[in-house]
């Protein structure tokens, strides 16, 4: 069974940091690429980053270009975004998602909060 | 960016009833459109990818159709755990667009 849990999220003050974790299992993780997608509250779904099978690739939304990079370890199984310079409108839950191309799943996501 | 419509953005239907969700491209994307359903605290959960392509283990009566710049995801007769926010997306080119959601709620 594809499972990806996410870690890393909590409250954070605007201009800080946070490195989100991805921990992949049920399949073969250097196989697929990988991404992040937020959903702030009560708003819609927004693609934030993306990175390719041996992350050589990276690709990232214009919002989050410059602050925010994408990385993965294929020995350790796992998806990370390391955000910097952190914003209030960063403020959202961050989805781990497995390629979208050939049926993606999703993880349940982690909460990030920007807040002084 | 590709923008990408969905309509409705809500919807009150049913148990039983037929319905159908469209989405539209600001531009061709070929095939590569997929569907999502997603529940308040749960993992947004693909129905539908490259645009016809049931994922494995989701029931037979969601379907998707349509190439180019239109699409259509449709329930054939809508069950009790189908009440849920629907999102199209497309993957033909990043940045990788998110219609902005049907919500489908029990009339």
């Known amino acids: 069974e594809v499972q990806l849990v996410e870690s890393g999220g909590g409250l954070v003050q605007p201009g800080g940091s946070l490195r989100l974790s991805c921990a992949a299992s049920?399949?073969?993780?250097?196989?697929?690429?990988m991404h992040w997608v937020r959903q702030a509250p009560g708003k819609g779904l927004v693609w934030v980053s993306g990175?390719?099978?041996?992350?050589?690739?990276?690709y990232y939304a214009d919002s989050v270009k410059g602050r925010f990079t994408i990385s993965r370890d294929n020995a350790k199984n796992t998806l990370y975004l390391q955000m910097n310079s952190l914003r209030a409108d960063d403020t959202a839950v961050y989805h781990c998602?497995?390629?979208?191309?050939?049926?993606?799943?999703w993880g349940q996501g982690t909460l990030v909060t920007v807040s002084s | 960016d590709i923008q990408m419509t969905q309509s409705p953005s809500s919807l009150s239907a049913s148990v039983g009833d037929r319905v159908t969700i469209t989405c539209r491209a600001s531009?061709?994307?070929?095939?590569?459109l997929h569907w999502l359903q997603h529940k308040p605290g749960k993992a947004p959960k693909v129905l539908i990818y490259?645009?016809?392509n049931l994922q494995r283990g989701v029931p037979s009566r969601f379907s998707g159709s349509g190439s180019g710049t239109d699409f259509t995801l449709t329930i054939s007769s809508l069950q009790p755990e189908d009440f849920a926010t629907y999102y199209c997306?497309?993957?033909?080119?990043?940045?990788?667009?998110f219609g902005q959601g049907t919500k489908l709620e029990i009339k």
């Open positions: 998602v497995r390629e979208f191309d050939s049926g993606g799943y």
């Open positions: 049920g399949f073969t993780f250097s196989s697929y690429w």
């Open positions: 990175i390719n099978r041996d992350g050589s690739s990276t």
């Open positions: 531009q061709s994307i070929r095939n590569d």
């Open positions: 490259a645009a016809f």
């Open positions: 997306q497309q993957s033909y080119s990043a940045p990788y667009t």
